[in-house]
T-cell receptor, first 115, second 117 residues
Framework: ETGVTQTPRHLVMGMTNKKSLKCEQH?????MYWYKQSAKKPLELMFV???????ENNSVPSRFSPECPNSSHLFLHLHTLQPEDSALYLC??????????????FGPGTRLTVT | KNQVEQSPQSLIILEGKNCTLQ??????????LRWYKQDTGRGPVSLTI?????NTKSNGRYTATLDADTKQSSLHITASQLSDSASYIC????????????????FGAGTRLAVHP
């Protein structure tokens, strides 16, 4: 248990659906991240939030919409996804976004399948 | 372009044997290099972290080495156990060149290790 939880763990959705992924960290950290992990590819950073402010938006399509209502919660709202968006979506948190030695603690991920 | 390349892509070994995973990177200058272990269905968990001035770091049966001159790192697993079956990911953090910015981690694609009885 890393102190970062994600729900749901598995999600199957059609291309016209709207769904949301939820992440919660119990570590008192100030920075939270969304990553996409596709098979045999490196983790792709999607968004970074520091003290609830978005500091990085890594050229992610607008069909992915993040929300960070407070420093403990992070959401990823999904709409009109494509089959190539099927992947493992990982949430992470760290003490802050700029400390060079701060470890990122990852949640277990949400396995998303778009049909 | 900053890159991290890992080899082999996958590896199968017998329980009790040793193995070494490789990581080559082009990130320069860099602040630190981590090895993560990712079990199936779980998020990555940090095993070791080394700064550019460190040569080796151990965590139980895991030993990471770093050669900053050749830009290579390795992760050596001793006396492997079935629970070592996982993906091992090499991650490099570039040196932050200005204050207040965010320097994103550079991830390798990982090595998938299977330990068989």
């Amino acid at each position: 248990e890393t102190g970062v939880t994600q729900t749901p763990r598995h999600l199957v959705m059609g291309m016209t659906n709207k769904k949301s992924l939820k992440c919660e960290q119990h570590l008192g950290h100030n920075a939270m991240y969304w990553y996409k992990q596709s098979a045999k590819k490196p983790l792709e950073l999607m968004f970074v939030y520091s003290l609830e402010e978005r500091v990085e938006n890594n050229s992610v399509p607008s069909r992915f919409s993040p929300e960070c209502p407070n420093s403990s919660h992070l959401f990823l709202h999904l709409h009109t996804l494509q089959p190539e968006d099927s992947a493992l979506y990982l949430c992470a948190s760290s003490q802050d976004a700029t400390g060079t030695t701060y470890e990122q603690y990852f949640g277990p991920g949400t396995r998303l399948t778009v049909t | 372009k900053n890159q991290v390349e890992q080899s082999p892509q996958s590896l199968i070994i017998l329980e009790g044997k040793n193995c070494t995973l490789q990581c080559n990177y082009t990130v320069s200058p860099f602040s630190n290099l981590r090895w993560y272990k990712q079990d199936t269905g779980r998020g990555p968990v940090s095993l070791t972290i080394m700064t550019f001035s460190e040569n080796t770091k151990s965590n139980g049966r895991y030993t990471a080495t770093l050669d900053a001159d050749t830009k290579q790192s390795s992760l050596h697993i001793t006396a492997s156990q079935l629970s070592d079956s996982a993906s091992y990911i090499c991650v490099v953090r570039p040196m932050l060149m200005f204050s207040g910015g965010y320097n994103k981690l550079i991830f390798g694609a990982g090595t998938r290790l299977a330990v068989h009885p």
